[in-house]
C-alpha cells in the first residue's frame, strides 16, 4: 500500500519523519541563502535567519 493509501486508513507515515522533512526544507533554505547572498551558512538555521520565516523577496 503507498504511504497516501496507509494515511487515509490511519496508519502512520513511514516514508518521513517531521524532524527528517523539516531537515531537508533547512538544507535547501541554507543553500539557497548562501547562493543569494555569496555567503557560508551554518546549519541549523538559527530563528532569526532572514529566510527563517520564508523565501519570499
Known amino acids: 500500500m503507498t504511504e497516501v493509501g496507509k494515511?487515509?486508513?490511519g496508519?502512520?507515515?513511514t516514508a518521513?519523519?517531521?524532524?527528517?522533512?523539516?531537515?531537508?526544507?533547512?538544507?535547501?533554505t541554507a543553500i539557497y541563502a548562501?547562493?543569494?547572498d555569496g555567503?557560508?551558512?551554518?546549519?541549523?538555521l538559527e530563528s532569526d535567519h532572514t529566510?527563517?520565516?520564508g523565501w519570499q523577496p
Open 51 to 53: 529566510l527563517h520565516a
Open 16 to 28: 518521513v519523519t517531521l524532524a527528517e522533512g523539516t531537515a531537508s526544507i533547512e538544507l535547501v
Open 39 to 44: 555567503t557560508r551558512v551554518a546549519l541549523p
Open 11 to 13: 496508519t502512520p507515515n
Open 34 to 36: 548562501a547562493h543569494r
Open 7 to 9: 494515511a487515509l486508513n
